[in-house]
């Protein structure tokens, strides 16, 4: 079963950021299912290097988006990318030095974030980007 299961509800309106939404999703439900195995640990590495990874691609395309289209909240919305980017990196930091394991708590982090982060912030950008018609 997974750990986020990606629904209608989700989708904003912009096919490339919603299949970025999409990948985001499975690559956290990969850790979720690793874990679930017991192989966590011979997966997290990879599949943390790879969330830091695809999440500044995702951002990086959401941003010039905003930007290119004059969004009025780019600031507030790049701050917020930023804070999630920051964390991901001080949980694998702390993974790779041994100061934390890989816990519900941060899996749960990793969904409520994306979740809390597509459903209210990105619905409101995709809104704005089918305004000035982009779909």
Known sequence: MAFINWNDTYSIGVLK?????KRLVQIINEL?????????KDVLGKVL?????????????EEELMLQHGYEEYETHRYEHEKLTDEVKRFLEDLQTGKALLTGQIM??????????I???????GKFLNSKGVH
């Open 119 to 125: 459903v209210v912030k990105d619905k409101k950008l």
């Open 49 to 61: 290097n790879e969330l830091v990874l695809y999440v500044n691609t995702h951002f990086k395309s």
């Open 108 to 117: 749960n982090f990793l969904r409520n974030w994306l979740m809390d982060h």
């Open 32 to 40: 979720s299912d690793a874990m679930g195995a017991g192989k966590g």
């Open 17 to 21: 950021i919603d299949n970025q939404h």
